[in-house]
């Protein structure tokens, strides 16, 4: 689980204080990455679209204020929202970069569904799940997200999360292992 | 939620804490011990190696606190000077290494990546064959068997398959179909050029924008040749020799060598043997029983179109069967079918076209009365007045069109480049030029636009707020939503449309202002919007809309921040133009790169450069702009 970001950096970042966010920016970094990189499959994009996260937060950051809803879960808001608008603009090419590189049967059976999992075979099989469940897994294992701050990035109740965190692991689990048995 | 969920939860919340895994599986209940390989699954996951930002995008990040590692201390000058030596000599090897290895670089980049050479194959459905150039020897291909330039591929009934290009470009090869790839090359900066000759059936491409690049993307058939720069489309040819060119997104050009036609988004056009292609219109899909087919009129689902000479048919089709229906809906409003197929399934009718109007929970779209109706109609992307959008739809009892779905078919505007395009500083016009008014109402279409009209009256506030913010390219579904927010909330509206361009979407900004999460501040962050003049029916100069304020000593604005600005003053070296002339576009609220860019257009066409941003302010986006300033040389028919 990911620290919460402290309410008086927040404050302190929100009126400009460099070093409250530096703090924010490493902290959140790692996970916001993670989750861009694996909403839109590409390395570089997710760098770049990082960068925009914090820099609409910046602007924002003045007016959030801190009620009803945690500010990791308003900063993955805006990253997924970005990700939305970078794959509308990419709609033209239908597909992800590094999908059509990593599918399983270039990478032969070097991993096993419960361990050895890699970036790239995980792209490849979260980009078959609905966008729904792949947010959740990816929120909740990839960022460290709890399911309450999921639930807020996502607007969703914290119940239809859980739901949708168990039917994207089994949907995931069914889908790496019949690519290891195609591979096998 | 299910007892499953809270189970998996609870034990995965366990891990969480620090628990071993190991122990927390053994806790599952034995009528729950499928959860088992999720809980491992949700591990993996956790325990993977995910990616990290590269070095060079750390380095990008501004501001931290890091505790730089001292630099190793040297003892004595003896040590000092034997360093020294040493990494000399071992510089002078690693200089002439390092040319030797940019001439290898440069010679292999030259001749482009290998596998530029080959298309894979994909999703392969029924039978694919494929032969020589000159063999009729066709053999099965396999899954990610490759293409050359010189083969060719035929699919069977029932069978398909999909040509993926180096630059992510896919090609798919419809049923019965046959094509030749007649050029495929590329480059390491992922361009490609492909040429391919379709003999019949249909394609489908998805090709990736190729922006400023040298890319070529061709599909030539019998009839007339696609040329497209980044796109989705699929061109599909009958027995006749006749074909058809359909656009999803972006644009194509189709050339028969009898003349040329520009297909927009949602756009189609037929083109017959050796003839000009048919002027664009857009398309309608009907997939359903056949319920009347007369010399006049043919009818499927209670819509009626023509069914002309050129029209593809499959033989008699008796009433009653199940057909699926491609056609235009012309400039009239009629419709006619380029090809009937019998199929076994119905599905949903499409039509694709310009929103014209909006009135309440009823659009114009194309001419045709769509209901829009809570609960029953989806949005794709956010279609507005005057975009192209595709309509799914279905025909009720009483005979209105049911929207199911629409899918907003406009392009995303492109982004601005950093990049200058010319370096060469030249002369600028200051920008206190007379700017056209037509260029300013370009965004607002009649005047008074009604829609505007209708909003700033329901709002109380002047047309030209209303058309401000329209022509800062926010549709009026937006803006009604943002000054009903703004009321209910006692926001400022602009604080509305701020969030909105922070990149949060209508649904969360709605839930953001409803629990009381966005507040008034004294100084909205964002600057009024463009008042547009009234549209001028006269022949005559207005003043100029746009009129940077150019000082004579730049005071420190929040608007700038460092003065000077570093980005402000390379920019103004750039062109040769004062530092206060680029720093007052900048408070004006366009970026650098937007300044960049519009230096760079200025040079290249010559058009002022306070025209370029007034063009920009009247909503076009930077590609139209492009266009508008470098038109491309009108196209003669070939004798």
């Known amino acids: 689980m990911i620290e919460a970001v402290n309410s008086e950096t927040i404050t302190r970042a929100g009126k400009g204080d460099t070093s409250a966010l530096s703090r924010l920016y490493e902290q959140c970094r790692p996970g916001l990455f993670r989750f861009l990189f694996y909403r839109v499959g590409d390395l570089h994009a997710a760098e770049d679209l990082t960068s925009e996260v914090f820099l609409r937060m910046l602007r924002a950051l003045e007016r959030y204020r801190p009620q009803g809803i945690a500010f990791e879960a308003w900063l993955y808001q805006i990253a997924r929202n970005l990700a939305i608008d970078y794959q509308r603009s990419l709609r033209n090419r239908n597909h992800l970069p590094l999908e059509e590189a990593v599918l399983p049967g270039d990478e032969g059976a070097e991993y096993v569904v419960d361990r050895h999992l890699n970036s790239q075979v995980l792209v490849s099989a979260l980009h078959k799940l609905g966008e729904e469940q792949r947010d959740v897994v990816v929120l909740r294992f990839v960022s460290g997200l709890s399911i309450t701050q999921v639930a807020q990035a996502l607007h969703k109740t914290e119940d239809s999360v859980k739901a949708l965190q168990r039917r994207g692991l089994s949907a995931l689990r069914e889908l790496l292992k019949s690519w290891e048995d195609e591979d096998v | ?639």
């Open chain 2, 1 to 639: 939620m299910s007892e499953k969920d809270d189970l998996l939860q609870r034990h995965l919340e366990q891990i969480e804490q620090g628990k071993p895994v190991d122990e927390v599986l053994a806790q599952l209940p034995a009528e729950h011990a499928e959860l088992a390989s999720l809980i491992k699954l949700a591990t993996g996951i956790r325990q993977a190696r995910h990616p990290l930002p590269q070095k060079a995008f750390q380095a990008r990040v501004p501001a931290r606190n890091h505790n730089h590692r001292a630099a190793p201390r040297l003892n004595g000058n003896g040590r000092v000077r034997g360093l020294l030596l040493l990494s000399g000599v071992v510089g002078a090897a690693a200089m002439v290494f390092l040319v030797i290895f940019l001439a290898a670089a440069a010679a292999f980049w030259y001749a482009g990546p290998h596998q530029a050479g080959m298309a894979k194959l994909i999703d392969v459905q029924g039978q694919v064959r494929m032969a020589g150039a000159s063999s009729d020897d066709w053999r099965p291909v396999a899954e990610t068997q490759t293409l050359r330039a010189g083969q060719r591929l035929r699919t069977g009934a029932d069978s398909g398959v999909t040509l993926v290009f180096y630059d992510g470009s896919r090609a798919t090869v419809a049923a019965n179909s046959e094509v030749t790839l007649q050029r495929l090359q590329g480059t390491w900066n992922r361009t490609i050029k492909m040429e391919m000759l379709q003999h019949s059936g249909a394609t489908f491409h998805s090709v990736v924008p190729m922006g400023k690049r040298d890319g070529l993307y061709l599909v030539h058939t019998s009839s007339g040749t696609a040329r497209v720069h980044g796109t989705v489309f699929s061109v599909t040819l009958q027995p006749d020799g006749a074909a058809r060119f359909t656009v999803e997104r972006g644009q194509v050009e189709v050339d028969s060598g009898k003349g040329q036609v520009m297909l927009s988004a949602g756009q189609a056009t037929a083109v017959l043997s050796d003839s000009a292609p048919l002027a664009p219109a857009y398309q309608f899909v009907l997939r359903g029983q056949l319920e009347r087919s007369s010399a006049e009129e043919w009818q499927v689902d209670r819509v009626s179109f023509r069914v002309t000479e050129s029209t593809s048919l499959p033989g008699d089709i008796p009433s009653g069967s199940t057909v699926l229906v491609t056609g235009r809906t012309l400039a009239d409003g009629s419709r006619v079918a380029d090809q009937l197929l019998q199929v076994t399934e119905d599905g949903e009718n499409e039509f694709t076209g310009i929103v014209e109007n909006i009135d309440g929970d009823l659009w114009t779209i194309n001419g045709q009365g769509v209901w829009v109706l809570e609960g029953e109609t989806e949005f794709e992307g956010e279609p507005g007045l005057g975009d192209t959008v595709r309509v799914k739809y279905r025909v009720l009892e009483d005979g209105r069109w049911l929207a199911l779905e629409i899918e907003s078919l406009e392009e995303e505007e492109p982004p601005v480049t950093t990049e200058p395009v010319v370096t060469e500083p030249v002369g600028t016009v200051s920008p206190t030029l007379p700017v056209s008014p037509t260029l300013v109402t370009d965004c607002t279409g009649a005047n008074p636009q009604p829609t505007g009209q209708k909003l700033a009256n329901r709002y109380g506030v002047p047309y030209e707020e209303i058309m401000g913010w329209f022509c800062q390219k926010f549709g009026f579904g937006e803006i009604d939503l943002a000054y009903e927010l703004s009321l209910q909330a006692g926001v400022p509206v602009e604080q509305i449309f701020d969030l909105r361009r922070s990149g949060l979407g209508w649904g969360e900004i709605k839930k953001m202002v409803r629990d009381g999460l966005v507040t008034t501040t004294p100084t909205p962050v964002i600057t009024e919007p463009v008042v547009t003049e009234p549209v001028v029916t006269e022949p005559v100069v207005t003043e100029p809309v746009v009129t940077p304020v150019v000082t004579e000593q730049p005071p420190v604005d929040p608007c700038t921040g460092a003065n000077p600005h570093p980005t402000g003053s390379k920019l103004a070296a750039r062109y040769g133009v004062s530092y206060n002339e680029i720093m007052s576009w900048f408070c004006q609220g366009f970026g650098f790169g937007e300044i960049d860019l519009a230096y760079s257009l200025s040079q290249q066409s010559g058009v002022p450069v306070v025209q370029i941003f007034a063009m920009r302010q009247s909503g076009m986006g930077w590609g139209e702009i492009k266009q508008q300033l470098s038109p491309k040389p009108v196209k003669t028919k070939k004798p």
